[in-house]
Every structure is written in C-alpha cells, then in structure tokens.
C-alpha cells in the first residue's frame, strides 16, 4: 500500500515564513537517500506559509530560498514594495463614502442628539473606514511573474505535487480550500494572498464574487486535511511561540511588558497569537492522543519569545529568523529522534542525525559569518554617515 505523506506550513505572518524556510532547509540536511522536502505527497500552506507551500510543492529548493534571502537575490527575496503596499484604491473610496454618508449623519444626529453620544457617531463614522492598510495585490503580481520567471505553475492542476490553500469567506465564515475538488481554477498566486489577508493590515482579496481573508483565524487546516486524505504521516511546521500541552506550565517573563504602548495593532497582533496558539496546542493534544504517530510538529523553542517582535524586512532579523527555524529542527531532533526515526522508516523515509549535525556545524559558521559581515558593514555606516541604523541603509 503507497503511504501518503503530507507538510504543512502553518501561518506566523511573513516572520513565520523565514522560520519555515530555515525548518525546511534543516529538513533536507535531515534526509537521506533522495528524499526532500520537496517529495511529499501533497502540501499545505496557511496564510504566509503559504507562499512557502506553493514553492516547495513546485520543486524550488529551500536552501535555494535561504541563499536568496542571505545575499538578497531576486526573486525569493521579497522586499517591502513586493507586500506592504498601501491601499490607496480602499483610501479613496472610503473618503468617497465618508463624503457621501457626512450629510444623513450630521442629519441624523441633529434629530437625535439628545440620545446621541460621540460614541454614537463614531460608530457610525466606522463605517467608512477602509478593509485595511495594506493590499496584497501587488504581492500577487509579483508571486505571478516570479512563478512565470523562473518555470514554475502558477495553476493547481499543474503543480509538481498536490497543493492546498485554505482562506476564509469573509461573508460565511466558511473555509474554502484552494486546490481542492471544486477550488482548483485559482491561480495559486491568488489563493496564496487569500490565505495570508490579516484583519485590519491587509484589505480582504476579491476572488470572483467573494471575499477572503487569514486562513489562520480559522478551523486548523492541517488537521482537518490530514484526516480528509487519509493520510499516513503529517510533518507540521508551526511557527509559533509554542506548541505543546495547553496545560503544561510555562515559563513567566522576568522583564516588565511594554506591549500595552505598541498601539493597538500589536496588541491585536498578540491576541490574534495567543488564539491560534491556544486553539493548535488542544487541537495537537487531542490528535496526538487519537493517533500518536501521524503528526510530528517542528515550532520555534520558548526562550525565542520575542520571534515575532523581529522585522523580517531588516538583514540581520531575517538571518536571525532563518537560523531559529533550523535549530529548531535541530532542537525536535536532538529530543525525539528516537521516536520518528522508527516512524518514517515505516514510510519509506531515511533520517540521519550524524548528517544533521554536520550540515548544521557549517550553516552556523555561514551563519555567523554572515553576522560578521554584517556587523561590519553596519560600522562602516555609521562611520560614514555619522550614525543610524543598518536596517535604513541599502541592502
């Protein structure tokens, strides 16, 4: 009987991209004889995982995608003009609908003022504001053109390995899952934007005569697909802060938290967090217990709690971004190679930590090397310029 294997690359914003790039490139020193993360049967991408998804199921190797991202060769480096692109079209209409809707409110409040507070009329106002920040559509032009630049499908159908986005109707609350029966006329650069439309930052993506946004806010995919496909085995790669027993204790912060006076996107940002976290770990809890050996799961350690906190934008966070997620393949390894070696061996997968180790001594020194350079070209700024940031000089 042919054993079914799947990935998924779970959501963590464009943060929790790099931490997969650098899990995934850990992976691919894990396996032997021929196999890679390139191989499995079928994969699935959430929200900003992704765009990750859809290149690993088109065969790009990720240590391919890491290069890209330490010497910032295009494509795979993505840059702020490729995602963060203001919604100037959302500005405009809703400066129209405030124009348009200014009238009957001032009407409205005169008649009722006495009943009428601010909160009131702010309310009202509310309604013109615009779906979001930022627009992805961009970001999918440019996934377009990168998938036709460098031979890779851009249809469903015709990707190397069966490939899932999931994304939420905005009207519904229904998930829809991209690539499956009934779904799979999307272009894969379009489903990837759906899937990674955060609330508030991201206006939601118009596919057909619907709106969608963040898979991530919704039923875990993962789980849901595995058992749908019946599939054998599930290696998750999960970008978040933790990942394990919900009841389990954990360490408390020693330092004083300042999140409160980030605003409230990053409290936001924080709750949304905590919500996937605490909705994956009874999730995993549960699966684990039904089927212990069908998912393995690969997240980030708990002494990176400000993982999240880094600008995927900067050099030095994205190399700190890559290289966590390649310890912490290393971590999952070191803790549980006994119990998977056996388990993928029933698959037909071969593990070896003897060639993790080795591959990982010279991606540390690559690393730091890196570090160094970086260091150094940073102190050449400041020199030169008299002060600033490396993160404001050009890359």
Not at 124 to 133: F, N, R, S, Y
Not at 141 to 155: D, I, P, Q
Not at 276 to 282: D, H, K, M
Not at 318 to 334: D, E, F, P, T
Request: net charge negative.
């Amino acid at each position: 009987m042919n054993k079914r294997l799947g990935l998924a690359l779970n959501g963590g914003g464009f943060t929790g991209y790099l931490f997969e790039i650098g899990a995934l490139t850990a992976l691919d020193d894990l396996f032997e004889d021929g196999f890679t993360v390139n191989d499995f049967d079928f994969y699935v991408g959430v929200s900003a995982g992704s765009a990750a998804a859809a290149l690993m199921a088109n065969g790009v190797k990720a240590d391919e995608i890491l290069r890209a991202n330490l010497t910032g060769e295009r494509p795979y480096y993505f840059q702020r003009r490729d995602i963060f692109v203001p919604a100037v079209g959302e500005g405009i209409k809703s400066l129209a609908r405030a124009i348009q809707q200014l009238s009957p409110v001032i009407k409205l409040y005169y008649q009722h003022r006495r009943e009428m507070g601010l909160i009131d009329l702010l309310e009202k106002a509310q309604e013109t504001l615009p779906g979001g920040i930022y627009t992805l559509d961009p970001f999918a032009r440019y996934l377009e053109a990168t998938f036709a630049h460098k031979g890779l499908s851009n249809v469903f159908a015709t990707v190397l390995h069966d490939l899932y986005i999931p994304a939420i109707d905005l009207e519904s609350g229904d998930m829809v899952m991209f690539g499956d029966e009934g779904w799979s006329d999307v272009l894969v650069s379009k489903a990837v934007t759906a899937s990674s439309a955060a609330p508030v930052y991201f206006c939601p993506v118009r596919i057909g005569d619907r709106d969608y946004i963040d898979a991530g806010i919704g039923r875990l995919a993962c789980f849901e697909l595995a058992a749908k496909k019946d599939v054998d085995f599930m290696m998750i790669i999960h970008p978040s802060s933790y990942a394990g027993s919900a009841f389990e204790p954990r360490p408390v912060p020693t330092s004083c938290s300042v999140r409160r006076h980030r605003g409230f996107l990053s409290i936001a940002e924080q709750a949304s967090r905590i919500n996937l976290e605490a909705r994956f770990s009874l999730a995993f809890d549960y699966h684990r217990r039904e089927t212990p050996d069908r998912f393995f799961v690969v997240c980030p350690d708990r002494a990176e709690r400000d993982l999240f906190e880094r600008c995927f934008l900067s050099f030095r966070d994205r190399l700190h971004l890559i290289r966590c997620g390649y310890l912490a393949v290393v971590k999952a390894m070191n803790e549980q190679f006994g119990r998977i070696q056996p388990i993928l061996a029933q698959h037909g997968v071969s593990i070896s930590m003897a060639k993790l180790e080795e591959r990982t001594k010279g991606w540390l020194e690559h690393f730091a090397a890196e570090k160094q350079t970086d260091v150094n070209r940073e102190s050449l700024v400041v020199s030169r310029y008299g002060g600033g940031q490396l993160s404001d000089a050009p890359l």
